[in-house]
């Protein structure tokens, strides 16, 4: 197993959480009294992710040691979502809308987690009170809007923290920057993102991958 392939596992599961939560923050009714300053930040949060149709991205993952990955993020509402990493790493993360798919090309190795029962996976559900998840944390800045995403009655599950930065020619005047992930065991990790680009061509095509186990298994 190369280092690269190590430092992805060390950080797979918060990435894998991270990926549920992009694309997650859909409408809804706010199911607690939350100050009116707060609510109109996580609305229109909630209001620039729904604005975005298709949108391609250069990323950096970076785990708690400061070890870093890169690679290209392409995302197509509702639910789909791709992690292509650098060559090197031969890792994947697909999300196709029904299921998050990683894939380890250096071992040949699936994994998936059906959206329905995964970490936070609720979130993709535009049925689902999604203020009962998301919660404004000030920043101190006007130009930064930070939202904390988790669910209290499961905390295994971690904490996603989404963070816009002010930008009037993105989607609803907000662009997401960066989210940081922190799984159960504190292990935290951090994904930036940079040259952002908007209604972008993306197909389903984008989220299909190829198989790497051997066609014929015992």
């Given at each position: 197993?190369?280092r690269?392939s190590?430092?992805?596992?060390s950080?797979?599961?918060a990435?894998?959480?991270?990926?549920?939560?992009?694309?997650?923050?859909?409408?809804?009714?706010p199911?607690?009294?939350?100050?009116?300053g707060?609510?109109?930040?996580?609305?229109?949060?909630?209001?620039?992710?729904?604005?975005?149709?298709?949108?391609?991205?250069?990323?950096v993952q970076?785990?708690r040691?400061?070890?870093?990955?890169?690679?290209?993020?392409?995302?197509?509402?509702?639910?789909?979502?791709?992690?292509q990493y650098?060559k090197?790493?031969?890792?994947?993360?697909?999300?196709d809308?029904?299921?998050?798919?990683?894939?380890?090309?250096?071992?040949?190795?699936?994994?998936?987690?059906?959206?329905?029962?995964?970490?936070?996976g609720?979130?993709?559900?535009?049925?689902?009170?999604?203020?009962?998840?998301?919660?404004?944390k000030?920043?101190?800045?006007?130009?930064?809007?930070?939202?904390e995403?988790?669910?209290?009655?499961?905390?295994?599950?971690?904490?996603i923290?989404?963070?816009?930065t002010?930008?009037?020619?993105?989607?609803?005047?907000?662009e997401?920057?960066?989210?940081?992930?922190?799984?159960?065991q504190?292990?935290?990790?951090?994904?930036s993102?940079?040259?952002?680009?908007y209604?972008?061509?993306?197909?389903?095509?984008?989220?299909?991958?190829?198989?790497?186990?051997?066609?014929?298994?015992?």
């Open positions: 197993m190369n690269t190590k430092i992805f596992r950080c797979a599961s990435a894998a959480l991270a990926a549920l939560c992009v694309p997650a923050l859909l409408p809804a009714t199911a607690y009294a939350a100050p009116s707060d609510s109109a930040q996580l609305n229109q949060a909630v209001e620039a992710l729904r604005a975005i149709s298709t949108m391609k991205a250069d990323f970076t785990d040691n400061g070890q870093s990955l890169t690679g290209e993020l392409t995302l197509m509402r509702p639910g789909k979502i791709r992690f650098q090197s790493a031969q890792l994947l993360i697909v999300s809308g029904k299921a998050l798919t990683m894939i380890d090309y250096s071992v040949k190795q699936v994994q998936r987690w059906p959206i329905s029962n995964s970490p936070l609720a979130l993709l559900d535009p049925k689902r009170d999604v203020a009962k998840y998301g919660t404004v000030q920043t101190g800045n006007p130009n930064v809007v930070s939202i995403v988790r669910d209290r009655s499961h905390p295994e599950y971690g904490v923290t989404l963070i816009f002010r930008k009037a020619s993105a989607p609803g005047g907000l997401l920057s960066y989210w940081v992930a922190l799984d159960s504190n292990k935290r990790t951090t994904i993102l940079s040259n952002q680009r209604g972008v061509p993306v197909s389903n095509n984008d989220f299909r991958w190829v198989d790497p186990r051997p066609k014929t298994r015992r």
